[in-house]
C-alpha cells in the first residue's frame, strides 16, 4: 500500500512538472484531475484517512502523456522532502513507530490487569489482522536499542616512578567509555602537552574479560569502583550526565563524585610555568625611581626612631618530652624598632649541655611558619608576632616548640601598663622534678663476657671491665680441685670421672676428663677456663658454692663435686668464716644446738650415743651415724657428713669411735694453724715464674706497709 501511494505521487510530482514547462497543455488537462494534483504537491505527509480523498489509480491517468522518460518534471511547491520512517529515536533509544497501529484502549479492561489476575483476563479485543507488521519486531534488538550510545567515565590509574626526585607515584587521567550495544570498552588517555608519556588510545574498543572470565557489564561499573584490565587497576571518579540518566532510567544510582588524588607532578609543573620576577627587576626598578626623585615610602622608620632600644624581656620555659629533655629556660628579647625577637639560653653550671649561645637569632617571629627548602619562593606570607600578641601565662609557639611566658623584667611591665594597660602578672612555676629515666639493660646475646657485653651499655667509648687486682694477688695461687660425676641419663656417663679446678682468682673454672684404657673415650681438657653463671641466683659461681655435694650445671652438662683434695680441705679448714659447713666446730654446734633439754652436754652426749648405738659396742658405721642424726631430726649436708668423717674417722674403717665424738661434744672449738705452714710449704712444688711472682707480691706488700 505503502509502494503504490509512493507510486502514484512520484506520477503526479511529473505531470505537474510537464504541464508547467507547457503553459497551454497546463490549462486544457488541468481540470481533469480535479486540481488533485495542487493538494498532492503540496502534502508532504500521508496519513491514512486521507490516502482514500487522494487516491489515484492508474485508470485516471491520462492516456495523452504517456509515463515515459523525460515526461516527468519536479514539484516546485514541495517544501519537506522527508521520507517515511517506521522506527523512531525516543529518549535516546530507537522505538517502534506506531503510527500506523491503532488500538483502542478500554479503562476498565487496564483496571482489570492492574488488580486482577492475568490468567483470568475476559474481554480483550482482538488486534486487528491489519495493523500487523512482520517485519517490525515487537521489543527492538539490544544492538538496535542502544545504537550509538556509551557509558562515559572518568577514572585514573597510578603508576610507579623511580627514576624521579619530584614524585614516587604518577596519577594517569583516563576516560573510560562502554558502549551498550555490544558491551565493549575503550579506554583513552587524554594527551597532555610536554608530559613525554605515550598517551591517546589506551585500550582498544572490545570485550574486556574479568577475573573470573566473564565480561565487563555496564553493571559492574560504578563511581568509586576499581576495575582490574588486564593487571591494571582503574579507579572510577566520575560520570557524565548521560551515564547518570542512564543508571537512573535502569534503577541504579550512582554514587557521588570523587576527588583525583594529589598529582606531584601536576603541581610542580604548575609550579615551574608560574612566573616569578627576578629580585633584580624589582631592585632596578626601584633605583630608577629613586633616581627620579621617587620611590617607595619608608614604612618602618617612624616606628624605629620611636622606638630604637626598647626593648621587652621575658622569661620563657619549654616542657622538652624527649628522653634527655626537662624544663628549659630561655630568655626573649622582643626589640620595638623592627618587632623582631632573639631567644637566649639560660646557662646553668654543671648541667651536662653543650653551651649554645641562642635558640634562635634575632629576626621575626612567625606565629604558623610555612617551612620550605627555599625561603624566597614562599607563596603565603607568614603571619608574625607583636607586642599585643604577649600576655604572661599563655604559650607561644617557637618553630613547633611551646613556650609558656611566665615572667619579664621591670620596664617589660611598666611598657604594657604605660602603652596596652595590661597588668603583667607573674606566674609561680612548679618546682621541676628530678629526671629519673631508668632505661632496662639489653640481654646478654652470647658473644664474649657479660661484662664485654656491659661496657658498651655503661659508656659510650668502650673501656675494658676493670678486674678486682688485689683479689687477683692474694688469691690466684689458690686452686681447688675436686672430683665430680657427670649427672646423666645415660648409663654410660655414670662411669665417667673429671677434675674440677676451681682458680680462686678470677672465679673461673676448668674441667679435664680421666679416660679408662679401652673405654673408647679421650680423655683431657673437657671445658676451657671460664667463668660460669649460676642459674639459680643469677650471679657468677664463687668459691662459697664449691662444697661437697653440690651440683652445678657448667656449659648445659650437670655435675656433682663429690671429693675433693688434701688441699682444698685445708684451704676449707684456714677460711672457716667462708666455708662454715667445713669447719667441724660449725658442724659440733650445730649437733649440739639440738640439747637444750639437758643440764650439760654430758648427758646430752649420752643420750644421743644411747639412741644411735643399738649393739652398745662403742662404734658406728658412718651410714648409722648419718642416718641417726636425721631421725633424731639433725639435718646434715653431704659438706657436714664429710667434715665428721674427716675429723672422727682417722683411721679410714669407715666407723667412728663414741667417745671420740663424746670428747669433741664436750671439748672446747680448737684452732687449726697447720694450714699456714702447708701453704708456705706448698711453694715449693709450684713453678718458678709463680713463685717470683708470689715473692714480688709479698716484698710489695712489705714496703706498703712501712
Same mark, same amino acid.
Given at each position: ?80 522532502? $522527508? ?110 602537552? $610536554? ?111 620611636? $622606638? ?399
Amino acid at each position: 500500500e505503502l509502494c503504490f501511494v509512493r507510486i502514484r505521487k512520484h506520477i503526479a510530482r511529473q505531470i505537474r512538472q510537464f504541464f508547467w514547462n507547457i503553459r497551454w497543455l497546463h490549462f486544457k488537462l488541468f481540470p481533469i484531475f480535479n486540481i488533485q494534483c495542487t493538494m498532492v504537491s503540496t502534502q508532504s505527509t500521508w496519513d491514512i484517512e486521507n490516502r482514500k480523498k487522494f487516491e489515484m489509480k492508474p485508470a485516471n491517468i491520462p492516456k495523452e502523456l504517456p509515463y515515459l522518460p523525460g515526461n516527468v518534471f519536479t514539484d516546485p511547491y514541495k517544501t519537506k522532502f $522527508n521520507k517515511g520512517h517506521v522506527f523512531d529515536k525516543k529518549s535516546g533509544s530507537q522505538t517502534e513507530s506506531v503510527k500506523i497501529l491503532e488500538e483502542k484502549v478500554d479503562p476498565g479492561l487496564l483496571k482489570s490487569m492492574r488488580e486482577g489476575v492475568p490468567a483470568n483476563l475476559e474481554g480483550v479485543p482482538p488486534r486487528p489482522e491489519e495493523a500487523e507488521h512482520e517485519g517490525i519486531p515487537k521489543r527492538p534488538p539490544k544492538w538496535l536499542k542502544h545504537d550509538k550510545q556509551a557509558l562515559r567515565f572518568f577514572a585514573y590509574f597510578q603508576e610507579p616512578v623511580h627514576e624521579s626526585g619530584i614524585e614516587n607515584f604518577r596519577v594517569r587521567k583516563c576516560v573510560m567509555f562502554y558502549y551498550l550495544d555490544d558491551d565493549t570498552l575503550h579506554i583513552i588517555e587524554p594527551r597532555v602537552e $610536554n608530559s613525554g608519556i605515550p598517551q591517546g588510545v589506551f585500550l582498544k574498543r572490545h570485550k574486556v574479560p574479568k577475573a573470573g572470565g566473564d565480561i565487563y557489564t555496564y553493571s559492574d561499573l560504578n563511581i568509586g569502583v576499581n576495575v582490574d584490565v588486564y593487571g591494571r587497576v582503574f579507579r572510577i571518579v566520575d560520570s557524565d550526565e548521560f551515564t547518570r540518566k542512564f543508571y537512573a532510567d535502569m534503577g541504579v544510582t550512582l554514587k557521588e563524585a570523587e576527588e583525583y588524588p594529589a598529582d606531584l607532578f601536576g603541581d610542580h609543573r604548575i609550579m615551574s610555568k608560574t612566573k616569578i620576577p627576578p629580585p633584580d627587576i624589582a631592585e632596578s626598578k626601584e633605583y630608577v625611581e629613586k633616581k627620579l626623585n621617587g620611590g617607595r615610602f619608608n614604612k618602618g622608620l617612624q616606628q624605629f626612631l620611636e $622606638n630604637d632600644r626598647k626593648v621587652l624581656s621575658f622569661d620563657i620555659v619549654w616542657d622538652d618530652s624527649s628522653y634527655d629533655g626537662g624544663l628549659k629556660f630561655y630568655k626573649m628579647d622582643f626589640f620595638l624598632a623592627d618587632n623582631t625577637a632573639e631567644v637566649r639560653e639560660v646557662r646553668e653550671q654543671n648541667n651536662g649541655k653543650d653551651p649554645y649561645p641562642k635558640m634562635l637569632k634575632r629576626g621575626k617571629l612567625p606565629k604558623e611558619p610555612v617551612l620550605t627548602h627555599c625561603p624566597g619562593m614562599k607563596m603565603k606570607k607568614d603571619e608574625h608576632y607583636e607586642p599585643a600578641d604577649f600576655t604572661l601565662g599563655i604559650k607561644i609557639k617557637i618553630f613547633s616548640r611551646d613556650c609558656l611566658l611566665y615572667d619579664c623584667d621591670d620596664y617589660t611591665k611598666k611598657w604594657y601598663k604605660d602603652n596596652l594597660k595590661i597588668e603583667m602578672v607573674p606566674i609561680q612555676l612548679a618546682k621541676p622534678r628530678p629526671l629519673l629515666k631508668y632505661q632496662q639493660a639489653p640481654p646478654y646475646l652470647g658473644y664474649g663476657t657479660v661484662e664485654d657485653s656491659m661496657a658498651s651499655v655503661k659508656a659510650l667509648v668502650l673501656k675494658p671491665p676493670k678486674k678486682d687486682v688485689q683479689r687477683i694477688f692474694k688469691n690466684d695461687l689458690h686452686i681447688l680441685r675436686y672430683e665430680c660425676k657427670l649427672v646423666s641419663s645415660n648409663p654410660d656417663d655414670e662411669t665417667r670421672k673429671f677434675i674440677l679446678s676451681f682458680y680462686c682468682g678470677d672465679d673461673t673454672i676448668q674441667i679435664y676428663e680421666i679416660a679408662d684404657r679401652n673405654s673408647g673415650r679421650v680423655g683431657g681438657k673437657f671445658m676451657d677456663r671460664n667463668k660460669h653463671v649460676n642459674p639459680v641466683n643469677g650471679s657468677y659461681y664463687n668459691e662459697k658454692d664449691m662444697l661437697i655435694g653440690q651440683m652445678l650445671i657448667l656449659g648445659g652438662y650437670k655435675f656433682r663435686l663429690v671429693k675433693c683434695d688434701e688441699y682444698t680441705e685445708k684451704y676449707f679448714e684456714a677460711n672457716p668464716e667462708v666455708f662454715k659447713e667445713a669447719s667441724i666446730d660449725y658442724v659440733i654446734e650445730k649437733i649440739k644446738s639440738q640439747g637444750k633439754g639437758f643440764k650439760t652436754v654430758e648427758e646430752y652426749a649420752k643420750d644421743l650415743m644411747g639412741k644411735m648405738d643399738k649393739n652398745k659396742d662403742g662404734y658406728l658405721s658412718f651410714e648409722e651415724f648419718c642416718a641417726g642424726l636425721k631421725a633424731l631430726g639433725i639435718i646434715i649436708t653431704y659438706q657436714e657428713e664429710h667434715t665428721l668423717m674427716r675429723r672422727f674417722d682417722t683411721n679410714q674403717d669407715n666407723k667412728i669411735s663414741l667417745q671420740e665424738f663424746i670428747d669433741a661434744l664436750t671439748a672446747p672449738p680448737q684452732q687449726h694453724p697447720y694450714l699456714q705452714q702447708d701453704l708456705s710449704l706448698s711453694l715449693i712444688h709450684i713453678s718458678e715464674p709463680t713463685r717470683r711472682y708470689a715473692i714480688s707480691y709479698a716484698v710489695f706488700c712489705l714496703k706498703k706497709k712501712n
